[in-house]
């Protein structure tokens, strides 16, 4: 799968923007510096991490630059549990209250869900059925190891990392939510899984934001979903962003154009015509068709639309 947008192409796509409300950013793999950078570049009321943050100092002093620029949250990736140190610069940071896992919190005006970690076979296979986990929740699983076989007096390093049916039962307890992040994909991922595409429609998201695959892709954007889909989906690549929502008026930019500008995209396009709309293009300095019309030269993207129809590559 190829990526859908460069940390480059993306950046330019939100000049001229507003203020985004939030800011996902894809795993840091302890190089905090692009979040930094476009945190003060674009100062989001909110940001969240997703995952395998593996900070080289506690998150806090890393991200000192911006504390006050905007709000922090993440949750944690399987990576996050690979040696102390990158344990202790997580759960042990001052911004530690600000693990999502397993919560709904309301932040920049929505309400995220989010469910860090993975899925591993020793806990729970996700393609079996919940209660045939081996372990309903970290605790049961403490409760059965010796004393000498704990890390720090509970459950291994590791396994704090893995996500037991607790966690995502915990989420269901909510009525609803706007937004899911997680470090796994949903199912339409190869590597993905169907229990997260269960979980965003019973909270009945209209987003879900995830990392760990080291990819940008735009599911509605590649095909890959369709705008009839209960929710968009989104991955975020390590060094990467995606700002939300996708402007400043929370609707799709496509929503902003004149009839006649949708009528004729439609009549290139068919039912295809919003996904080109709201696709960043690459002859249009990474904006979308859309937010380039919005913005003033709706007569570029007409010609560009014209030299389609009439068998241009544009
Ligand atoms: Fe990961």
């Known amino acids: 799968m190829n990526s859908l947008f460069s940390s480059d192409l993306h950046a330019r796509s939100e000049y001229n923007q507003s203020k985004p409300k939030l800011m996902f950013f894809g795993d840091p793999h302890g190089d905090l510096d692009p ?10 009321e909110a940001t969240v991490l997703l995952g395998d943050i593996q900070a080289r100092r506690p998150l806090h002093v890393e991200l000192r630059p911006i504390l006050d620029l905007t709000e922090i949250w993440f949750i944690h990736g399987n990576h996050d549990t690979d040696s102390d140190a990158d344990y202790d610069n997580l759960w042990g940071s001052e911004l530690a209250d600000r693990n999502l896992h397993g919560r709904i919190v309301e932040i920049a005006g929505y309400k995220v869900a989010a469910l860090g970690g993975i899925f591993r ?3 729970w296979d996700p393609r079996q059925p919940i209660e045939k986990a081996a372990f309903q929740s970290s605790d049961a699983m403490r409760r059965t190891m010796k004393r000498e076989e704990r890390w720090r007096d509970g459950i291994s390093r590791k396994h704090r990392s893995s996500i037991f049916p607790a966690d995502y039962q915990q989420l269901l307890r909510h009525p609803s939510a706007d937004i899911l992040v997680t470090h796994e994909a949903p199912a339409v991922h190869p590597h993905g899984w169907q229990v997260i595409n ?8 209209e987003l879900v934001v995830h990392g760990h695959h080291h990819q940008n892709i735009d599911y509605l954007g590649e095909g890959l979903m369709t705008a009839a889909a209960p929710f968009r989906a989104f991955g975020v690549d390590m060094g990467s962003h995606l700002a939300w929502p996708l402007h400043s008026q929370g609707r799709l930019e496509s929503d902003g154009l004149p009839q006649d500008l949708l009528d004729l995209a439609t009549q290139v396009f068919g039912a295809e015509a919003r996904t080109w709309l709201d696709k960043p293009h690459e002859l249009l300095d990474g904006q979308t068709p859309a937010a380039f019309a919005v913005g003033g030269d709706s007569e570029k993207v007409r010609l560009m639309l014209n030299a389609i129809q009439h068998g241009g590559v544009v």
Do not use: N
């Open 198 to 205: 269960e979980l965003a429609e019973k909270l009945g998201v």
């Open 121 to 123: 076979s020793k806990i």
């Open 35 to 44: 979040v930094i950078a476009a945190v003060e570049r674009l100062r989001p």
